[in-house]
């Protein structure tokens, strides 16, 4: 979601919409070819660029790329890639472009290739009505009509249309779309929050969240469905080469029983995403309608996922995702979010009287005594009435 502010007490609201859609077997062809076609714009281009790099130093912008992909398929063993939607591969050409802006500030690693055995999808942009909905299906460039379920309605212009096939092969689309809406009325709270491990969060108020205990079922089920799927792989390997590489008896691919575990597995993992990003939905939806001011610490996600001890329960609450849902909320409710520096200690200092604690560093300690003023903490709770007290400090001096 992004958004643009008015000066009509109105936001412009960008959007993403997802349904389900049932394409036809000709039309899946068709997608699976531009699956196939945008990983290879995106990869082969990826490569040059890295080549260049590498080279001289250099770096080859979006606009070369894109004429250089039109020379790409007037050359005769490339003509396979007019057979797609040509518009989803300039896309691909666009998000290869972002990687690598992303890359040079320093916000992502170097890019990766694109593999097929991941989440297959291609991006295509709406030109004079080329997607749209009609009555149940939606239209879309070189693909043609697709029966859609329209489980809400769609708001605004459509934008792009990205299409995707999950590991369990159902396809689905998402529809940017572009809209204004008036300006909601909050609550006027404010609000500090202290995102947890054990807890999903702790907030200035002292409510604790919790990680609903279904996601901890599932993930008992992923586990034990993983090393089922270990095993099977284990008893199908014949012998290791020299250099400890496994040779099956048979190849992996037309073992069935073990394709079916890989989408038992992939059933499972969709489970825990929408069950998490339902989660996450709902809790941000409360706190933008209850609080003018969410203050919240800006948190190097990707610096504790390296970490991997702690990595499981961070992927788990999607911390990252919860700060990118709530900044676009509040928009809408005309809220505060803000970010307090992840250098700013949180959990140490105490919120009565100021003073910086260093044994609280120790992650065990859940609750302390601070030995100037003599005042009780929780742990999470006094962390989250420092990041909301710093957030107002930061509002104030703006
Ligand atoms: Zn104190």
Redesign the pocket.
């Known amino acids: 979601m992004l958004y643009k502010e008015d000066v009509n007490n109105t936001v412009k609201i960008t959007k993403g919409f997802k349904y389900r859609i049932y394409p036809t077997e000709s039309q899946k062809q068709m997608m699976e070819q531009t699956f196939g076609n945008v990983r290879f714009v995106y990869n082969h281009f990826l490569n040059m660029r890295s080549e260049e790099w590498k080279n001289d130093h250099k770096s080859i912008c979006y606009n070369k790329t894109s004429s250089l992909l039109t020379d790409l398929k007037k050359e005769e063993e490339c003509s396979w890639l007019n057979l797609s939607d040509s518009m989803a591969l300039q896309e691909s050409l666009r998000d290869l472009d972002r990687a690598f802006q992303n890359f040079f500030k320093k916000n992502n690693d170097y890019p990766v290739f694109h593999s097929k055995h991941e989440k297959q999808s291609y991006r295509t942009r709406n030109q004079n009505n080329s997607i749209r909905i009609e009555g149940n299906r939606l239209i879309l460039p070189k693909i043609g009509k697709v029966k859609i379920k329209l489980s809400r309605d769609i708001k605004g212009r459509i934008l792009n249309a990205t299409i995707s096939r999950t590991k369990t092969g159902k396809y689905y689309v998402s529809l940017c779309c572009e809209y204004k809406e008036d300006i909601k009325i909050n609550n006027g709270g404010a609000i500090g929050i202290d995102v947890g491990l054990k807890e999903f969060y702790t907030d200035s108020n002292g409510t604790v969240v919790d990680n609903p205990k279904y996601l901890a079922n599932y993930d008992k089920k992923l586990l034990k469905e993983q090393k089922k799927l270990s095993r099977m792989i284990e008893m199908n390997i014949d012998h290791y080469t020299s250099n400890r590489v496994p040779v099956y008896k048979k190849p992996l691919s037309e073992c069935k029983n073990i394709q079916k575990q890989r989408v038992k597995l992939a059933r499972i993992h969709e489970k825990i995403s929408d069950c998490r990003s339902d989660l996450l939905h709902k809790a941000s939806t409360t706190l933008v309608k209850e609080n003018q001011i969410i203050a919240v610490e800006d948190l190097n996600v990707k610096g504790m996922i390296r970490n991997h001890k702690l990595a499981r329960s961070i992927n788990d609450v999607s911390w990252s995702e919860f700060h990118r849902l709530l900044e676009c909320k509040a928009k809408e409710y005309d809220s505060v979010f803000i970010k307090v520096p992840r250098f700013y200690a949180s959990s140490q200092t105490?919120h009565?009287?100021?003073?910086k604690n260093a044994l609280v560093k120790d992650l065990r300690i859940r609750k302390w005594t601070?030995p100037?003023?003599?005042?009780h903490h929780d742990r999470d709770h006094n962390a989250a009435i420092n990041i909301l007290n710093e957030a107002l400090k930061m509002l104030d001096s703006v």
């Open positions: 105490c009565v009287c100021g003073y601070c100037v003023c003599g005042s």
